[in-house]
């Protein structure tokens, strides 16, 4: 589907999106629109964004994720890179829904500026392709570190793309299995 200034893309999972806007270049760069709520309003995509989130990784092969917030806090997050490349993973964990464990994941570059929607009752993560990458991220509820929560990189047989050692964090390295994970996500 598409519209003057953002193209959007449904995946095999339910309410996961890709978002590629338009960009506007001359000599001296580029000028994009990276999100509009009444366009996005126009698409069926109604979302009160509170926060804002910025992470660098220096090192190519950093995971960060997969991470969640849960009810009553739970976020809607709208990812895009910064500068460098991630390959961004969004895995369902809606109780009931046919998709269960299923993965999807996207390419975002500082180059192609797509952006990947990571609706409620999905685990998020990525792993960076470059140095210095930089993730922003918008999201519709406040931290809460009460309902923050992560599931193992490794147990969601996705394919990262990457054959090397992670390095991860001690949240990431010490977190539960999904065969392990009681979900408080519901369809």
């Not at 369902?92 to 269960?100: E, M, N, Q, W």
Request: aromatic letters at 10%; charged letters at 25%.
């Amino acid at each position: 589907m598409e519209q003057k200034n953002v193209q959007i893309e449904d995946t095999k999972l339910s309410g996961v999106k890709i978002l590629t806007p338009a960009r506007f270049g001359d000599e001296r760069g580029f000028f994009s629109e990276s999100w509009n709520r009444q366009r996005m309003e126009a698409h069926g995509i109604d979302l009160d964004f509170v926060q804002d989130n910025h992470s660098m990784s220096a090192e190519v092969g950093t995971i960060r994720g997969l991470h969640f917030q849960a009810p009553p806090h739970a976020q809607d997050k709208l990812v895009r890179c910064g500068q460098g490349a991630l390959f961004d993973v969004a895995v369902d964990v809606r109780v009931g829904s046919p998709t269960y464990g299923d993965w999807v994941g996207v390419e975002l570059t500082a180059e192609n500026g797509r952006q990947m929607l990571v609706p409620k009752g999905f685990l998020h993560g990525f792993i960076t392709r470059a140095p210095m990458t930089e993730i922003i991220y918008k999201c519709t509820d406040y931290y809460a570190p009460e309902c923050d929560g992560a599931v193992r990189w490794d147990s969601c047989d996705i394919d990262w793309g990457f054959t090397g050692q992670p390095i991860l964090s001690e949240k990431d390295t010490a977190a539960q299995a999904l065969a392990d994970f009681k979900s408080p996500f519901r369809i």
